[in-house]
């Protein structure tokens, strides 16, 4: 089974400020996803990532937002002026399964915007 | 509007019966994924349907799909405590390739009490 990592696990931010956060898959992966869950609500898709280039996005990924894979191994979504509405649980995903039809999910970083 | 919902909203049973929980689409399908989260954690995947076929077991997981109705339906049995969770049906979308976001419905959330 695949294996990714994210960091940070707790992220504390003043509204205004820049946040990154990070992905780790542990095997070598051209894909994946940022999801965001905000505090009691369902699981909202952010963005697909392949191959260095931005696959896909939804409505919520608005210029405040950008993803890179700044040395071949991490991901990263940066915010760039967090708001309150930030505030939620940031997941990314891979592809995995027999036909990579499955995500399999990262743990999670939590932001909170004060 | 939304892509997935499932129902109830909250179910409460006791250790040792069956939970079943649902979920209805609106569009076509690639495919149907039930997860399972753990309160503030992370997204575990536990079983993935095809738009071909029509049941699938994991365990003590059974998972039914219909695609004329747009349903499917989860089934817990012999529940136990550590069955609780808040459970999410995904759809993939895309006809072309497995390698999709999936879009999430807001959940149920379970209770099996000892």
Redesign the interface.
Known sequence: EPEVTQTPSHQVTQMGQEVILRCVPISNHL?F?W?RQILG?????LV?F?NNEIS?KSEIFDDQFSVERPDGSNFTLKIRSTKLEDSAMY?CAI?T?V??????????TRLTVL | SQQGEEDPQALSIQEGENATMNCSYKTSI??L?W?RQNSG?????LI?I?SNEREKHSGRLRVTLDTSKKSSSLLITASRAADTASY?C?T?LSMKT??????????TSLSVIP
């Open positions: 894909y996803y999801y609500q369902k699981v909202e898709f697909s392949y896909e997941f592809p399964g036909d990579w039809g499955e995500q399999f999910f990262g743990p999670g | 690639n495919n994924q997860y954690r992370g997204l575990v995947h993935l095809r999410f995904a993939g497995s390698y999709d976001k999936v879009i999430f419905g807001p959940g």
